[in-house]
């Protein structure tokens, strides 16, 4: 017996020094390791044994296996890393490949402005309040004065979904909102996406503004001159105007349409400003006593001004962007254009 292990230890030594590949160690494996294999013959073989040599020649065995067991398992780690360096060399980095280029993205022009906006404004005291885009007829329009059928409406004609709901046409919608929430005295700011069905070289069915709304004791149209001049001035230089024309919006009584000095040529007149020295940028006025009334505010005791920015005609100002259409492209090389 002890001769017969020791001519399989012999052998599968021998043997495993030829192997040269893989699918030569599996058919190692089987030939002496498995359930036919040649040492499980010899466990067998063990019913012939005198038992009391049956744990001497157990012991041998086992010894054997393991043997062959390490001899198999360091044959086989061998060809592993074998295997993994061809892997290795077949990926191995190609330096003359051109680079892989992952694009940085820019902030849009209109999002540059919202942010500048609400930092000067935050800054003053505003609260930012947001209102649904999806909005009901009443708090779009006649919350805001404007009842069905007013002819004021064709200024705004907005996408409906039904006969009272509607994508807002203005975020004045958040004054009504707003109004009939909180208690006065209170400043509010709201930005957001508006909808008109609009769509020419200078008009997008899609834009954005910024709307504000101030409600307290005494405020007057003083307050919101002085209070706009601070804002232009914040936004676009301390050289900058801002004039007052007389305008019309249902919400606001007396309405204003505010004119802001050419930031490109100092108010001098360029080609930005067609030669007036002014460009016409926003809307405000005293918020009307019958809007405060219908939100439940008494107007006897309060009273506001509002105004609203188109803040994508802001940006292109700022920006001195002369397309409104590349606005709404996302081109990445005109985004990176912009400061
Ligand atoms: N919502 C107006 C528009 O979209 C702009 C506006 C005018 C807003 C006067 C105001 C305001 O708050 O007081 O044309």
Redesign the pocket.
């Known amino acids: 017996m002890e001769e017969k292990l020791t001519d399989i230890l012999n052998r599968a030594q021998n043997e495993l020094k030829t192997i040269s590949s893989k699918e030569q160690l599996v058919e190692f494996k089987v030939k002496f390791l498995g359930k036919q294999g040649e040492l499980t013959s010899v466990l067998r073989g063990m019913r012939d044994v005198a038992p009391e040599d049956r744990p001497k020649i157990g012991a041998m065995i086992n010894e054997l296996r393991e043997k062959i067991e390490n001899a198999y398992a360091e044959k086989e780690e061998y060809f592993n890393k074998l295997e993994l360096e061809k892997e290795l060399a077949k990926g191995a980095i190609d330096i003359t490949e051109p680079g892989k280029n992952h694009e940085r993205g820019a902030l849009h022009p209109t999002t540059k402005m919202f942010n500048k906006m609400m930092d000067i404004c935050v800054a003053m005291g505003f609260k930012v309040v947001e209102g649904p885009e999806i909005e009901l007829d009443y708090y779009n329009f006649e919350g805001l004065n404007i009842p069905k059928n007013h002819p004021s409406r064709d200024?705004?004609d907005t996408f409906f979904i039904t006969e009272n709901i509607l994508l807002r046409?203005?975020?004045?919608s958040v004054?009504v909102r707003s109004m009939e929430t909180l208690k006065p005295p209170f400043k509010i700011i709201s930005p957001g996406r508006?909808y008109r069905n609009d769509s020419d070289a200078t008009h997008s069915p899609v834009f954005h503004?910024l709307?504000?709304?101030v409600v307290d004791k005494n405020v007057s149209m003083a307050d919101l001159k002085a209070m706009l001049t601070d804002i232009m001035k914040k936004i676009f230089g301390e050289e900058t105007t801002i004039r007052f024309r007389p305008s019309f919006?249902p919400?606001?009584e007396p309405?204003v349409e505010v004119d802001v000095s050419c930031p490109t040529c100092n108010g001098k007149g360029c080609k930005v400003c067609k030669g007036t020295g002014f460009l016409e940028l926003?809307?405000?006025?005293i918020?009307n006593p019958k809007v405060l009334e219908m939100s439940g505010i008494n107007s006897k005791e309060y009273r506001g001004?509002?105004?609203?920015f188109?803040v994508d005609r802001f940006a292109m100002v700022y920006d001195g962007i002369t397309d409104l259409r590349n606005m709404f492209k996302n081109d990445i090389r005109f985004l990176k254009q912009i400061k």
């Open positions: 200024m705004q046409s203005q975020t004045s004054q508006v503004q709307e504000a709304l919006f919400f606001t309405s926003l809307g405000a006025g918020v001004f509002a105004f609203g188109g």
